[in-house]
Protein backbone atom coordinates (compact mmCIF):
# COMPACT_ATOMS: atom_id res chain seq x y z
CA UNK A 1 0.00 0.00 0.00
CA UNK A 2 1.61 3.23 -1.20
CA UNK A 3 1.17 5.58 1.97
CA UNK A 4 1.85 8.39 0.03
CA UNK A 5 0.91 9.12 -3.58
CA UNK A 6 2.29 11.45 -5.57
CA UNK A 7 1.01 13.43 -9.31
CA UNK A 8 1.41 14.38 -12.11
CA UNK A 9 4.14 11.91 -13.21
CA UNK A 10 5.87 14.02 -15.55
CA UNK A 11 4.98 17.82 -16.12
CA UNK A 12 6.81 20.34 -18.98
CA UNK A 13 6.51 23.97 -18.28
CA UNK A 14 7.69 27.16 -20.17
CA UNK A 15 10.43 28.99 -18.49
CA UNK A 16 8.76 31.55 -16.41
CA UNK A 17 5.88 29.17 -15.72
CA UNK A 18 4.60 27.82 -12.20
CA UNK A 19 5.60 24.18 -11.55
CA UNK A 20 2.90 22.29 -9.76
CA UNK A 21 3.30 19.30 -8.10
CA UNK A 22 0.72 17.59 -5.88
CA UNK A 23 0.98 14.76 -2.42
CA UNK A 24 -1.93 12.85 -0.65
CA UNK A 25 -1.29 11.00 2.18
CA UNK A 26 -3.29 8.84 4.36
CA UNK A 27 -1.70 7.99 7.55
CA UNK A 28 -2.65 11.51 10.10
CA UNK A 29 0.13 10.79 12.27
CA UNK A 30 2.38 12.15 9.46
CA UNK A 31 4.02 15.51 10.63
CA UNK A 32 6.95 16.05 8.39
CA UNK A 33 6.62 16.77 5.41
CA UNK A 34 10.06 17.04 2.90
CA UNK A 35 10.30 17.59 -1.10
CA UNK A 36 13.38 15.96 -2.87
CA UNK A 37 15.21 17.23 -5.70
CA UNK A 38 16.82 14.52 -7.85
CA UNK A 39 19.17 15.53 -10.82
CA UNK A 40 20.66 12.95 -13.30
CA UNK A 41 22.77 10.32 -12.47
CA UNK A 42 22.68 11.98 -8.74
CA UNK A 43 21.14 11.07 -5.03
CA UNK A 44 17.93 12.95 -3.87
CA UNK A 45 18.91 16.06 -2.02
CA UNK A 46 16.34 18.12 0.40
CA UNK A 47 14.84 20.90 -1.25
CA UNK A 48 12.50 22.14 1.24
CA UNK A 49 10.31 20.05 4.28
CA UNK A 50 6.88 21.79 5.89
CA UNK A 51 5.73 20.67 9.42
CA UNK A 52 1.98 21.01 10.48
CA UNK A 53 2.49 24.20 12.53
CA UNK A 54 2.46 26.03 9.58
CA UNK A 55 0.29 25.39 6.43
CA UNK A 56 2.96 26.95 3.69
CA UNK A 57 7.10 27.69 3.69
CA UNK A 58 8.28 29.68 1.27
CA UNK A 59 12.01 29.56 0.27
CA UNK A 60 13.33 31.92 -2.53
CA UNK A 61 10.63 30.41 -5.93
CA UNK A 62 10.11 27.03 -3.87
CA UNK A 63 7.18 26.77 -1.32
CA UNK A 64 4.88 24.15 0.09
CA UNK A 65 1.43 24.02 0.90
CA UNK A 66 -0.12 21.59 3.56
CA UNK A 67 -3.79 20.89 4.18
CA UNK A 68 -4.18 19.15 6.96
CA UNK A 69 -7.99 18.57 6.53
CA UNK A 70 -8.08 17.14 2.99
CA UNK A 71 -4.21 15.42 3.34
CA UNK A 72 -1.99 17.00 0.97
CA UNK A 73 0.51 18.89 0.58
CA UNK A 74 2.17 20.47 -2.39
CA UNK A 75 4.89 22.02 -4.12
CA UNK A 76 4.88 25.14 -5.96
CA UNK A 77 8.16 26.66 -7.86
CA UNK A 78 7.80 29.77 -9.31
CA UNK A 79 9.46 31.75 -12.65
CA UNK A 80 10.51 27.95 -13.15
CA UNK A 81 13.55 27.79 -14.93
CA UNK A 82 15.58 25.09 -17.22
CA UNK A 83 17.79 24.46 -14.02
CA UNK A 84 15.02 22.88 -12.17
CA UNK A 85 14.47 20.36 -14.51
CA UNK A 86 14.67 17.30 -12.52
CA UNK A 87 12.93 14.69 -10.19
CA UNK A 88 10.76 15.88 -7.18
CA UNK A 89 9.92 13.40 -4.71
CA UNK A 90 7.66 14.36 -1.80
CA UNK A 91 7.53 12.32 1.44
CA UNK A 92 6.38 11.81 4.64
CA UNK A 93 7.66 10.79 8.43
CA UNK A 94 5.86 10.69 11.43
CA UNK A 95 7.15 11.93 15.04
CA UNK A 96 10.66 10.80 15.81
CA UNK A 97 10.74 7.66 13.49
CA UNK A 98 13.49 8.38 10.83
CA UNK A 99 11.52 6.20 8.05
CA UNK A 100 10.60 8.46 5.02
CA UNK A 101 7.38 7.58 2.54
CA UNK A 102 8.30 8.72 -0.74
CA UNK A 103 5.89 9.35 -3.54
CA UNK A 104 6.87 7.42 -6.84
CA UNK A 105 8.65 11.06 -8.38
CA UNK A 106 7.29 13.46 -10.78
CA UNK A 107 10.00 14.61 -13.91
CA UNK A 108 9.74 18.02 -14.36
CA UNK A 109 10.88 19.59 -17.52
CA UNK A 110 11.21 23.70 -17.70
CA UNK A 111 11.40 24.48 -21.72
CA UNK A 112 13.39 27.29 -22.39
CA UNK B 1 32.93 16.66 4.34
CA UNK B 2 33.34 14.16 0.88
CA UNK B 3 29.36 13.47 1.60
CA UNK B 4 28.30 9.65 2.15
CA UNK B 5 30.35 7.48 -0.66
CA UNK B 6 29.16 4.66 -2.22
CA UNK B 7 30.81 2.06 -4.66
CA UNK B 8 30.91 1.04 -6.81
CA UNK B 9 29.08 3.26 -9.03
CA UNK B 10 28.29 0.81 -11.53
CA UNK B 11 28.10 -3.19 -11.33
CA UNK B 12 26.98 -5.53 -13.97
CA UNK B 13 26.89 -8.79 -12.63
CA UNK B 14 25.21 -12.07 -14.26
CA UNK B 15 22.37 -13.94 -12.42
CA UNK B 16 23.27 -16.14 -9.61
CA UNK B 17 26.82 -14.05 -8.26
CA UNK B 18 26.91 -12.09 -5.81
CA UNK B 19 27.01 -8.45 -5.33
CA UNK B 20 27.88 -6.68 -2.59
CA UNK B 21 27.14 -2.73 -2.63
CA UNK B 22 29.08 -0.47 0.12
CA UNK B 23 28.51 2.49 1.65
CA UNK B 24 30.31 4.90 4.03
CA UNK B 25 28.10 7.83 5.82
CA UNK B 26 28.73 11.18 6.63
CA UNK B 27 30.99 10.85 10.19
CA UNK B 28 28.50 11.64 12.88
CA UNK B 29 25.69 10.60 11.57
CA UNK B 30 23.82 8.23 13.34
CA UNK B 31 21.40 7.08 10.90
CA UNK B 32 21.59 5.25 7.51
CA UNK B 33 18.92 3.56 5.50
CA UNK B 34 19.40 1.64 2.33
CA UNK B 35 16.84 2.23 -0.74
CA UNK B 36 16.21 1.15 -4.80
CA UNK B 37 14.99 2.87 -7.09
CA UNK B 38 12.88 1.62 -10.37
CA UNK B 39 11.28 2.90 -12.71
CA UNK B 40 7.91 0.87 -11.80
CA UNK B 41 8.41 0.98 -7.92
CA UNK B 42 9.98 4.72 -7.24
CA UNK B 43 12.27 4.64 -4.60
CA UNK B 44 11.73 1.93 -1.80
CA UNK B 45 13.72 1.88 1.45
CA UNK B 46 14.65 -1.10 1.82
CA UNK B 47 16.13 -1.11 5.35
CA UNK B 48 17.18 1.11 8.04
CA UNK B 49 20.10 1.21 11.11
CA UNK B 50 20.65 3.58 14.40
CA UNK B 51 23.87 2.88 15.56
CA UNK B 52 24.87 0.31 13.22
CA UNK B 53 21.96 -1.52 14.48
CA UNK B 54 18.73 -2.72 12.35
CA UNK B 55 16.04 -1.01 13.02
CA UNK B 56 13.51 -1.93 10.29
CA UNK B 57 14.07 -4.36 7.80
CA UNK B 58 10.31 -4.48 6.60
CA UNK B 59 11.65 -3.05 3.15
CA UNK B 60 14.20 -6.40 2.45
CA UNK B 61 12.42 -7.87 -0.97
CA UNK B 62 13.76 -11.23 0.08
CA UNK B 63 15.72 -13.39 2.24
CA UNK B 64 18.36 -13.10 -0.91
CA UNK B 65 19.06 -9.51 0.20
CA UNK B 66 21.18 -9.01 3.63
CA UNK B 67 22.55 -6.16 4.61
CA UNK B 68 25.04 -4.86 7.94
CA UNK B 69 26.61 -1.80 9.74
CA UNK B 70 29.13 -3.35 11.24
CA UNK B 71 30.90 0.18 12.46
CA UNK B 72 30.04 3.65 12.19
CA UNK B 73 31.59 4.25 9.30
CA UNK B 74 30.68 1.31 7.05
CA UNK B 75 27.77 -0.42 5.46
CA UNK B 76 27.15 -3.15 2.64
CA UNK B 77 23.98 -4.81 1.21
CA UNK B 78 24.31 -8.20 -0.09
CA UNK B 79 21.87 -9.54 -2.77
CA UNK B 80 22.91 -13.78 -2.72
CA UNK B 81 22.03 -15.05 -5.66
CA UNK B 82 21.64 -12.06 -7.91
CA UNK B 83 18.68 -12.04 -10.28
CA UNK B 84 17.45 -9.81 -13.37
CA UNK B 85 14.45 -7.98 -11.09
CA UNK B 86 17.00 -7.11 -8.80
CA UNK B 87 18.52 -4.02 -11.30
CA UNK B 88 18.04 -1.12 -10.26
CA UNK B 89 19.49 1.97 -8.77
CA UNK B 90 20.59 1.93 -5.03
CA UNK B 91 21.15 4.56 -2.68
CA UNK B 92 22.58 4.62 0.88
CA UNK B 93 21.44 7.79 2.66
CA UNK B 94 22.95 9.10 6.37
CA UNK B 95 20.81 11.63 8.93
CA UNK B 96 22.37 13.09 11.76
CA UNK B 97 18.54 12.83 14.18
CA UNK B 98 15.42 11.08 13.63
CA UNK B 99 12.30 12.19 12.21
CA UNK B 100 11.93 16.31 12.30
CA UNK B 101 14.57 17.51 10.79
CA UNK B 102 16.30 14.64 10.11
CA UNK B 103 17.48 15.47 6.75
CA UNK B 104 19.05 12.37 5.04
CA UNK B 105 22.08 12.92 2.78
CA UNK B 106 22.29 10.74 -0.17
CA UNK B 107 24.90 9.20 -1.31
CA UNK B 108 25.25 9.22 -5.53
CA UNK B 109 24.07 5.48 -6.34
CA UNK B 110 24.75 1.95 -7.08
CA UNK B 111 23.59 1.45 -10.79
CA UNK B 112 23.11 -2.29 -10.83
CA UNK B 113 22.55 -4.31 -13.64
CA UNK B 114 22.08 -8.21 -13.34
CA UNK B 115 22.09 -9.79 -16.36
Known amino acids: QQQVKQSPQSLIVQKGGISIINCAYE??????FPWYQQFPGKGPALLIAIRPDVSEKKEGRFTISLNKSAKQFSLHIMDSQPGDSATYFC???????????FGSGTKLNVKP | DAGVIQSPRHEVTEMGQEVTLRCKPISGHDYLFWYRQTMMRGLELLIYFNNNVPIDDSGMPEDRFSAKMPNASFSTLKIQPSEPRDSAVYFCASSLVAGDGGEQYFGPGTRLTVT
Open chain 1, 27 to 32: NTAFDY
Open chain 1, 91 to 101: AASRGNFNKFY
